[in-house]
C-alpha cells in the first residue's frame, strides 16, 4: 500500500482525500514544526510526503529520503526544495498554485490601504493613550484614488490585486514581466514597461514574483533610490525578494513613503524589529493564504496530485524546475 506522511496539522480534507483513494496515511501529531532531522526519519518507511514551503526540501534531504516517489508542497512557492535534485533521483513534486490567489490579492489590497492611512500605528497609538485632541496635520495619511499600481510578476496573484485596485480606486496599472499579459492588458488595461521604468512611475509598487536567483535581494537600496518619495511598497511574495535593512533605510530618510509586508526575512521577524513601530508601515506574519476556503483548497490540491500519481494519472500541478 502506497504510504504518505503528512508533516504539519493541514485542514482534514487532504488526509481525508487520500485514505478515501486506498492510501496510508501517517502525519506529525505536534503543533510545533519538525526538525529536518525528524522530517527525515519519518519519511523512511513512506513513499510520498504532504510538505509545506517551511519545510526545508534541500540536496542533503533529498539524498537523504531517494526512496521518496512524490513530494506534494502545501504552496505555491517551492524555494524551499531543490528542485534539480529531485529531478535527478526522480522524485516527482507538486505544488498548489492559484489556490490562494483571491486570499493573497486580498492581503496585499488590505496592505496598501493600511499603509496609506497607517491604520496599523494609529491603532496602537490608542492603546499607548495617544488619542486626544484633534491635531489637523497629523498622522495624515494619502488616497488612492487615480495613483498608478506597478506590479512586479503579473501572475494570478497579480492580476487579482489589479483587478482591485482598477475596479475600486480607477487605479492604472504597469506591470514588469518576463513575458507580457495579454489577459491582463484585456481584463485591466494593464502596460508592459521595463523594470526601471516601473520603479519611477509606480505609485504603489505591489511585488508577486516568485523566489529565484534573479529575484533574491532584488529590492534594495539602489532600486529603492529610483522609486518616487511619495510610493508605497507591498511585499506579498517572499521576504528574500526586497533587503530588509535597504527598506528601512528608505523608509528612516523619506526614499519611498511607506511599505506593507506579508513577508519578511527571517521569518518570524524579531518582535523589537523597527519597521513594526513606524508609522508608514503595516506588517502581518505571512497570513496570505490564511483563509479557511484558500488551506482547504490547498489541502485538496496537494492530496490530489498524490492520488494522481498513485493511480497513473498525469498529475494535475506538477512543478517543472
Known amino acids: 500500500m502506497f504510504s504518505v506522511y503528512i508533516s504539519k496539522n493541514f485542514p482534514p480534507i487532504g488526509s481525508r ?28 518507511n513512506h513513499q510520498g510526503l504532504f510538505c509545506a514551503g517551511t519545510d526545508l526540501i534541500n540536496d542533503f534531504f533529498l539524498k537523504s529520503c531517494s526512496h521518496l516517489k512524490i513530494i506534494a508542497q502545501f504552496a505555491v512557492g517551492y524555494d524551499n526544495i531543490d528542485v534539480a535534485t529531485a529531478r535527478d533521483l526522480g522524485i516527482v513534486i507538486t505544488n498548489t498554485p492559484d489556490a490562494m490567489s483571491d486570499a493573497t490579492a486580498d492581503i496585499a489590497f488590505a496592505l496598501m490601504l493600511a499603509v496609506s492611512r497607517k491604520l496599523f500605528y494609529l491603532h496602537k497609538s490608542i492603546g499607548r493613550g495617544d488619542w486626544t485632541y484633534f491635531r489637523p496635520q497629523a498622522h495624515l495619511g494619502m488616497e488612492l484614488k487615480g495613483k498608478t499600481l506597478g506590479i512586479f510578476g503579473l501572475g494570478t496573484i497579480g492580476l487579482e490585486m489589479a483587478k482591485r485596485c482598477h475596479a475600486a480606486y480607477h487605479m492604472p496599472v504597469l506591470y514588469t514581466n518576463r513575458n507580457p499579459n495579454p489577459l491582463a492588458e484585456a481584463t485591466v488595461g494593464a502596460h508592459h514597461v521595463s523594470f526601471d521604468e516601473l520603479l519611477t512611475r509606480s505609485d504603489v509598487l505591489s511585488v508577486h514574483c516568485a523566489l529565484t536567483p534573479e529575484t533574491a535581494g532584488l529590492f534594495n537600496h539602489a532600486v529603492f533610490s529610483k522609486m518616487k518619495s511619495t510610493a508605497l511598497f507591498i511585499n506579498t511574495s517572499r521576504g528574500g525578494v526586497h533587503h530588509e535593512g535597504d527598506l ?21 521577524m524579531t518582535a523589537d524589529h523597527p519597521l513594526l513601530e513606524m508609522e508608514n508601515v503595516a506588517v502581518l506574519p505571512h497570513i496570505g493564504s490564511a483563509t479557511i476556503e484558500a488551506r482547504n483548497r490547498m489541502a485538496g490540491m496537494a492530496a490530489r496530485n498524490i492520488i494522481a500519481f498513485v493511480r497513473g494519472e498525469p498529475v494535475p500541478n506538477p512543478v517543472i524546475g
Do not use: F, S, Y
Open 17 to 44: 482525500l487520500l485514505q478515501e483513494a486506498g492510501i496510508q496515511v501517517e502525519q506529525w501529531p505536534h503543533d510545533r514544526p519538525m526538525t529536518q532531522d525528524e522530517l527525515i526519519r519519518a519519511v523512511q
Open 248 to 268: 528601512l533605510d528608505a523608509l528612516q530618510k523619506g526614499t519611498i513613503w511607506g511599505a506593507g509586508l506579508d513577508v519578511t526575512n527571517p521569518e518570524p
